[in-house]
RNA sequence: GCCGCGGUGGUGGAAUUGGUAGACACGCUGGACUUAAAAUCCAGUGGUUGCAUAAACCGUGCCGGUUCAAUUCCGGCCCGCGGCACCA
């Protein structure tokens, strides 16, 4: 009898279905285990075989977790509310709620095939009633914080979507969902404070050490804290001031200009009646934009002159004002003190429109690039004492590459060492000053000027990358602005002259304070949630707009606002939601005051079912309460978060957000949501592109399972490669792993007792897969499970120790394991017994090999004892023939014995 | 440009408190079985020199350094991937 995984498969999930083996109970008599997979959202496409990546790793782990004792809570659920279900809806002309229903029922379908442990009974839909009726009850709560506000700013809109977006919705500036470019629109939106959360969404990231540090470090981008000062500038002949934040307080005394975003509420203000034209022309023109425009644009700055001058604060010079679309009106506070000797943007509009520059950081060192065939050691040891030297081979035919770095207070000595040693101190020298804009051709150093020697045009040099500094007595061929923060004095800044400018910040900011100028200040990149979107398929978000009151959230007790069903659910393309047409839905009366009132119209995002799903699957059914808070408490918080890295700025900084909102108002016991998070490397195609039906490239699970099983796609995808990286599909890799499952399947190599052998690959198998699963590492786990069979094939093994591997194989192959099990005689079901352990001491082996090195070579190797003394591995060592062979006869200076590992002879 | 991650055979990848580089698997080559093919099984498989299952040398992106010993540590650079991007 061959291995017929199709009937194997179809009998135990129909058993494990019908003794409801994977149902999870509260009881809280057991450590729990909460693990949990991004919930999937149901496209008509269906699954191809990457997406159950995910999922294979937590089944895995779940598996192993119930097998060690622990209650798994591995439930599963639907994301389906948002524009993708819209979208292909209206493409295909059904009610979304009817395209997800079914879509729901494929991937349900397709998922049952793999062989899953999710417990059906908790699964979540946040398209239903029940469930959003919790994301509306939690919006309401902010909303009664006052961190739910509507706003009329510019927001960004998708003209194809036509609805707002967040900025966490654009990819390269463009609409995420169609690649559509974005505009800014002036509408009345919802949005959600989460800046007020942003320090602890920043600080509380510490205590996630179980996160990917590259998830962290992309939240800590997001929220971009910077810490520096705000200082208000007067406009001069008039009354108002103008603030600014800056990180720089220390270059404050080069501020020569200022610049505010088109955007900036004094703009119009305070322009003068000749620059008005301009002026307007300007801003219209920088409307226009899209963002991608703005910022395709980088290099090339523009601007115009207001006409009026503000007073510098610190040292009472009168500058200009100007506005410019390179600063932002979304980030600090739309203006800027413009410092060009310190900053390369303002750099770079100054030299446009030829502003001054006024140096007040001084550089320490210079930095200087000698070119020569080759440098002698000796001599680089030497140059060292000046500063540092790096050795660069950058091109065979150039021979090396030093460049030095020089302390500007050893520059005479230097020069004069150069000059002694290396260079001819004429024009046709070899020591090059330049700058990385490659904007000189020849160097400048004290007066000096120096030419290659053998004439390679400076194009060729630029290419390389030749790095730059101002040189002391330079200072006022300023070339590029100087940006290090941590090197250089300040000069031209009257009482501070002299100071680091690290060091004068502090100093500087107590001044502004005590002067009344200015004052220590932080702002964030993040921006607040712009939280509604002017489409169908969302969460109503539950407000009256009352002529008396103002907005009104519904009555907690009236709750869900359930979507009401509408004739015609696309985007009506006026800003306003197709909920707006539904007049008997609309109109009803103020919850306050009883009046006629309106309801609101937007939907929520896509994002907002998504904050807090997690929490629903504890307590799916609970009618009171968005969870119980008790089984909270047991439940949470998620022990392991599985999903794709591309939610790292969005749902996983969303759903922190909320958690801490819910801990806040008591509805949660902990701060943070997932303890332990752990990306899914996509796996590409066989072409190496994206799985997609434009390619023809998607390979479906289903085809898989028909053809090779769900535990040969399993134990394929745990082995491909390190779980977190992308990897191509190989069929022929799947057929290696078929041929393994077989090999299990076919194994009969019977014996009474187990030999040392068989017992030593044993506890090594079970150590090294118990731990690679606790860590992640399937992979491995995989390879070490074919060592160990591929040895009893070899030499047998008991029953006993066979049954044993079955239970370690069970979670990544649990039809083909419990299959077995039961054929060996057990009646209970594997995944109902206990995870085995492994003996350390049975790991050990008789003997060991030890590897003879000479001067570090490798060169000869013995069998020897594991406690074998040191004296008697020497004796050894030195009888080898091999070994006397390298020695020829010179004595050892010297020999290195680590146990169980080698003995390395010095001659 | 800035931040993060990575670079190991023909391929996916193993091995890092520095200690035998290439586990495991795929592919390839040769052989067995077969009328033949597929499947299966056995053997070989980093490179160079070599009759060799003898031996030596080279080899973990590049250039240097530290060390008895470096894929691993240090300095500099190149390339790839991901994120951010006029964020003051």
């Not at 509420?265 to 000749?274: A, F, G, P, S, Y």
């Not at 002067?515 to 539950?542: H, N």
């Not at 407000?543 to 009151?549: E, F, G, T, Y």
């Amino acid at each position: 009898m061959g291995y017929n995984h199709k009937k194997i498969e179809s009998n135990w999930q129909k058993k494990w279905e019908k003794d409801q083996l994977y149902k999870t109970s509260d009881d809280q008599d057991k450590p729990k285990y909460y693990i949990l997979d991004m919930f999937p959202y149901p496209s008509g496409a269906g699954l191809h075989v990457g997406h159950p990546k995910g999922y294979i790793a937590t089944d895995v782990t779940a598996r192993m977790k119930m097998m060690q004792g622990y209650n798994v809570l591995h439930p599963m659920g639907w994301d389906a509310f948002g524009l993708p279900a819209e979208n292909y809806a209206i493409k295909n002309k059904v009610h979304p709620r009817v395209a997800v229903e079914k879509n729901i029922k494929v991937f349900k379908k397709q998922l049952g095939r793999i062989g899953f442990t999710h417990d059906w009974s908790r699964e979540v839909n946040t398209t239903d009633p029940d469930y959003y009726k919790w994301t509306q009850w939690a919006f309401i709560q902010m909303f009664k914080k006052g961190l739910a506000y509507e706003s009329d700013e510019p927001i960004i809109w998708c003209p194809s979507c036509q609805t707002g977006l967040a900025m966490e919705d654009l990819e390269d500036g463009k609409c995420e969902r169609c690649g559509s470019d974005v505009e800014r629109k002036p509408l009345r939106q919802w949005v959600l404070k989460i800046t007020d959360y942003a320090d602890r969404l920043l600080f509380d990231l510490d205590s996630l050490d179980k996160w990917p540090d590259s998830i962290r470090e992309m939240q800590k981008n997001w929220i971009g804290r910077s810490e520096g000062a705000k200082v208000k500038f007067e406009v001069r002949n008039w009354k108002s001031e103008i603030e600014v934040f800056t990180t720089r307080p220390d270059t404050l005394f080069g501020a020569t200009f200022m610049v505010l975003s088109p955007e900036h509420e004094l703009v119009n203000k305070i322009t003068t009646k000749e620059n008005e034209a301009a002026m307007i022309k300007y801003q219209e023109e920088a409307s226009k934009k899209s963002d991608l425009e703005r910022t395709e644009l980088q290099k090339d700055k523009s601007g115009v002159f207001t006409g009026a001058y503000a007073i510098n604060p610190v040292n009472k010079k009168e500058i200009p004002i100007w506005i410019a679309d390179y600063v932002l009106a979304s980030y600090g506070t739309g203006a800027i003190m413009a410092v060009p000797a310190h900053d390369q943007r303002d750099y770079d509009f100054a030299k446009k429109y030829k502003l001054d520059i006024v140096p007040v950081v001084l550089p320490d060192k210079a930095s200087y690039l000698v070119i020569e065939k080759s440098l002698p050691q000796s001599l680089v040891k030497d140059l060292q004492k000046y500063g540092k030297v790096n050795v660069e081979k950058i091109d065979k035919d150039w021979g090396g590459f030093y460049r030095v770095e020089v302390e500007l207070d050893k520059e005479p000595e230097f020069m004069k060492f150069m000059e002694d040693n290396l260079l001819e101190s004429s024009d046709d020298g070899g020591a090059w000053y330049t700058d990385s804009m490659g904007t000189t051709d020849h160097a400048i150093f004290s007066g000096k000027t120096f030419s290659i020697k053998d004439k390679k045009s400076f194009e060729e040099f630029k290419k390389y990358g030749i790095s730059l500094s101002i040189p002391k007595d330079q200072l006022d061929i300023v070339l590029e602005a100087f940006t290090d923060i941590d090197n250089g004095t300040m000069i031209n800044s009257q009482q501070f002259d002299g100071q680091k400018p690290k060091e004068a910040i502090k100093k500087i900011i107590d001044w502004l304070e005590k002067e009344g100028i200015g004052e220590k200040a932080v702002t964030y990149r993040l921006q607040d949630w712009v939280f509604s979107r002017q489409r169908y398929w969302g969460e109503p978000i539950p407000i009256v707009h009352c002529p008396k009151c103002g907005a009104v959230p519904v009555d907690e007790k009236d709750l869900p606002v359930v979507l009401p069903e509408v004739k015609n659910y696309e985007p009506s393309g006026t800003g306003e939601s197709p909920l707006a047409g539904i007049d008997d839905w609309v109109n009803t009366q103020c919850p306050k005051c009883g009046v006629d009132a309106k309801r609101e119209t937007n939907t929520m995002p896509q994002w907002a079912g998504s904050n807090w799903y997690y929490l629903r699957y504890i307590d799916p059914d609970n009618k009171d309460a968005l969870v119980d808070y008790e089984k909270e408490k047991y439940w949470s918080p998620v022990d392991f978060y599985v999903g794709g890295a591309e939610h790292a700025t969005r749902h996983l900084i969303y759903s922190r957000f909320w958690h801490k909102f819910l801990f806040d108002i008591g509805a949660v016991n902990y701060q943070e949501p997932f303890t332990r998070l752990q990306n899914v490397g996509l796996i590409m195609a066989e072409d190496g592109r994206k799985m997609s039906k434009r390619w023809g490239n998607v390979i479906n699970p289903d085809d898989i399972i028909d053809e090779y099983g769900a535990d040969s796609l399993r134990v394929y995808e745990m082995f491909m490669g390190p779980f977190d990286q992308a990897v191509n599909w190989d069929t022929n890799g799947l057929r290696g792993t078929r041929k393994f499952l077989e090999k299990i399947f076919k194994f009969d190599k019977w014996q009474d007792g187990d030999s040392k052998e068989a017992k030593t690959v044993y506890h090594q198998m079970v150590k090294k897969v118990t731990n690679d699963v606790e860590n992640l590492r399937f992979n491995t786990a995989v390879s070490a499970m074919m060592i160990f069979v591929n040895k009893i094939v070899e030499i047998g093994c008991s029953k006993e120790i066979f049954q044993n591997f079955l239970k370690v194989l069970s979670p990544f192959a649990p039809h083909l394991a419990e299959e077995l099990w039961v054929k060996s005689g057990k009646d209970e079901s594997i995944f109902l017994s206990k995870w085995p352990e492994y003996d350390e001491s049975q790991i050990q082996v008789d003997t060991i090999q030890l590897v003879i090195q000479v001067n570090g070579k490798v060169r000869d190797k013995i069998q020897v004892e594991p406690e074998i003394a040191e004296a008697e591995v020497k004796k050894l060592a030195l009888a080898s023939e091999k070994v006397q062979k390298f020695l020829e006869g010179k004595e050892s200076k010297k020999i290195i014995y680590v146990k169980g590992k080698l003995l390395s002879i010095v001659v």
